[in-house]
Every structure is written in C-alpha cells, then in structure tokens.
C-alpha cells in the first residue's frame, strides 16, 4: 500500500489546549494528512470546541469511557491511513512532522515506526527547552530496537508514527497499564520491523502546568513499570531475533534502580509502603532485595551513574554537538 498518514487525537478534558492542537495538525506544510479526534467523554467544553472543527477533522465518541488507553485504541481504530501519529489533545504538532515521516518511510519502506526530536512547552505554550532522543540511531533493526528501549522508552508519546499494520498485528496498546502503555507498545512493536529516527523536532510536549501530578501519579508508575520489566520485556524477548538475556537482566537492575531513586525523591520515608509492596517480586528479579530494604528504612537511594553531575554534563555535552 501507499503511504497515507492519519494523526489521531484522543482527547479529554483539555479545553485550553485542543483547539491549539487540532490548528497545529491542520497548518502541517504537506496537507491532507487525515485528522482524528477521539473525545472520551469530556465534561469541560472540550465537546463544544471539538465540534467547531467538523468540517475539516473526523470527530469520533467512544462508547463509554475508555480510559487513556482505551481510548488510544479507540481512536487508532478509527484512522484509514497506512501510517497513524498519536498526538496528546494538550500537545502541538510542528510544522514539517508529516514531511519528516514520509521521508522516514521512503527511505525505509519495512519500517514499522518512525520517532522524531521534540520540544517541551509549559502552560501558556513558552518553550522550556528542546530534547534531542539519545542513544538512538538513524535507523534500528531488531534486536537493536528491542535493546535500546530496555531501560526507558525512546520514543516520544508525541513525536512519532507507527505503520497502523504493526498495531494490528501486536494487538494494539495494554488497556490495563496507566501511563506506560506507550513504553509497551514500543516495545512490542520492536519485533515487527525496524524503527527510524529523524533529527528534526517533531512535535511540542506540555509539562509542568499541573502541581503535584508525579507524586500523585507515583504508584501508577512503579505499577506500570513493574510490569513492564516483569511481563512484557520477557515477552517480547521471545519473538524478537538475538534478544540478548546478559542484556536484559541489566537492564532489569538499572531500571529498578532508576524508579527506586525517583520514588524516593518524590516520597517521604513514611509513606513508602506502597512502593515496597509494588517493586518486592521485581527487586527479587533484578537482585536487588537489599536496595528495597535500604529504601523502605527510609534511605536515600542513588539512581546509578545516570545521577551523576558527569553524567549530566556529558549527556548535555554530546546533545549539543549530535
């Protein structure tokens, strides 16, 4: 088939901010990409503004209250195009994203997924700051795919497109996962075909406008994660080509590490018990019953080299020559 490319937006409660989006997708510079808003079930006036746009976006209700996910899914389905970019209804597309996946796909016609840069913005759209993907390169064959989205997702949940075949065959995104069906997806996905990244900035990703939210969203996000380096990661492992377990069971340490370390930045010694019943049978995976110990004793917990200042001044060093 052709390639024909479909954005879909699965939308709730962002009254502030779709309308933004939806104008982003429409001022792409090659036009007549097919634009697809899912709302699942907005109660803020989202509804309202979505169908001011009728005449030139596909609006779509879910049945019922879908959740993120589900309604990821939803939307997805609803898409006609060859190749499908999901795009947060807070979030905006910049100008040349469909002209960088198309030039992706052309060059790499097997591919199963491109990724891009992206930038992040605030509230009233400022810019904070423009993050290149590292540690990714032009183009990735499983294993190689498989390998780098091990320890945290590359894949930008804004900046990005996947063949709509590859979410067929995988079976779409995890209705039970909270925020990291994406990183799941990735991951599966990897055994489908190779993935492309492009150096231009894709996309513009909101933070930082609601207090709070990483604390709040803390045992969602150990939840996920747990499952991820439990579940899915042997999962895929098995259907992906030189899968490499030495790899993997670093992987497994240094991403419980990681979380380990956010939670306990985030989380007060003596509220942690949460975190401990949820990251026990993975601490026992990754060897690491006596850090969970340390942690749950209310210790500090380093995340690993990736916490260092040299670390840091490094990372900042190769993103400003890549």
């Known amino acids: 088939m052709g390639f024909s490319h479909s954005f879909v937006v699965p939308s709730y409660n962002h009254v502030r901010y779709v309308g933004e989006t939806i104008e982003s997708l429409l001022q792409q510079d090659i036009p007549g990409s097919e634009i697809v808003v899912s709302d699942d079930g907005s109660n803020d006036g989202s509804r309202e503004l979505i169908e001011r746009y009728r005449d030139r976006v596909r609006i779509v209700y879910p049945p019922r209250r879908m959740g993120m996910m589900g309604n990821y899914n939803h939307a997805v389905s609803q898409a006609t195009g060859t190749w499908v970019s999901l795009m947060g209804s807070d979030d905006k597309a910049l100008p040349g994203f469909v002209t960088a996946v198309r030039a992706a796909v052309d060059a790499h016609p097997d591919a199963a997924l491109v990724s891009g840069n992206f930038q992040h913005i605030d509230g009233d759209g400022r810019l904070l700051k423009s993050e290149k993907v590292l540690s990714v390169k032009a183009f990735a064959p499983p294993p190689e795919n498989f390998h780098t989205q091990l320890v945290a997702v590359k894949v930008h949940p804004a900046a990005h497109a996947f063949r709509k075949t590859a979410w067929e065959a995988v079976g779409g995104f995890d209705e039970t996962m909270h925020l990291y069906g994406d990183w799941a997806f990735w991951l599966k996905l990897s055994a489908c075909g190779g993935f492309v990244h492009r150096p231009e900035y894709l996309a513009q990703y909101r933070i930082d406008y609601r207090p709070g939210l990483s604390r709040k969203r803390m045992p969602e996000v150990l939840e996920d994660s747990a499952r991820i380096a439990l579940e899915v990661i042997p ?25 380990l370390a956010e939670c306990a930045r985030e989380v007060p010694p003596g509220e ?7 990251m026990r049978e993975w601490a026992a995976a990754a060897g690491e019953e006596a850090l969970l110990d340390r942690f749950a004793a209310g210790g500090a917990i380093a995340g690993g080299l990736r916490d260092t200042w040299m670390w840091r001044t490094a990372r900042a060093m190769y993103k400003a020559v890549r």
Do not use: N
């Open 272 to 278: 942690r018990g949460f975190a401990v019943d949820l």
């Open 235 to 259: 999962d895929v492992a098995r259907r992906v080509p030189g899968a490499d377990p030495a790899r993997i069971a670093r992987a497994t340490r240094q991403h419980f590490r990681i979380r």
